[in-house]
């Protein structure tokens, strides 16, 4: 599975971005669909999830500014973010969980993919 992220860049505080990732290749079942966050010197944390239910979670910070929604059909998570602060620059990282269709010569039928990064600037 690869995945394709799109949509970072640099912003003014209190301005908006829309992150965009697609999930491609064959054979696989998506539960989970992720965006995580890396700041320089930090560990990567999680910014939010959905499952393929469409229950969300976000971390506190985020929670009222940053939409996450998903489109089953495209492969797709989206992350809406509103009203964007300082301390949301970082890379952001997608992420889905799932499992392979099939069979897998290690036998491992555990999908955990990454997406490559996209870098998120907001100017104060």
């Known amino acids: 599975v690869q995945l394709q992220a799109s949509g970072g860049g640099l912003v003014q505080a209190g301005g908006s971005l829309r992150l965009s990732c697609t999930a491609s290749g064959s054979a696989f079942n998506i539960n989970d669909m992720g965006w995580y966050r890396q700041a320089p010197g930090k560990e990567r944390e999680l910014v939010a999830v959905?499952?393929?239910?469409?229950?969300?979670n976000y971390r506190d910070s985020v929670k009222g500014r940053f939409t996450i929604s998903r489109d089953n059909a495209k492969n797709t998570v989206y992350l809406q973010m509103n009203n964007l602060k300082p301390e949301d620059t970082a890379v952001y990282y997608c992420?889905?969980?799932?499992?392979?269709?099939?069979?897998?010569?290690?036998?491992?039928?555990?999908?955990?993919?990454w997406g490559q990064g996209t870098q998120v600037t907001v100017s104060s």
């Open positions: 992420n889905v969980e799932g499992t392979y269709i099939g069979y897998r010569a290690n036998g491992d039928n555990d999908l955990d993919a």
């Open positions: 959905i499952s393929n239910g469409g229950r969300t």
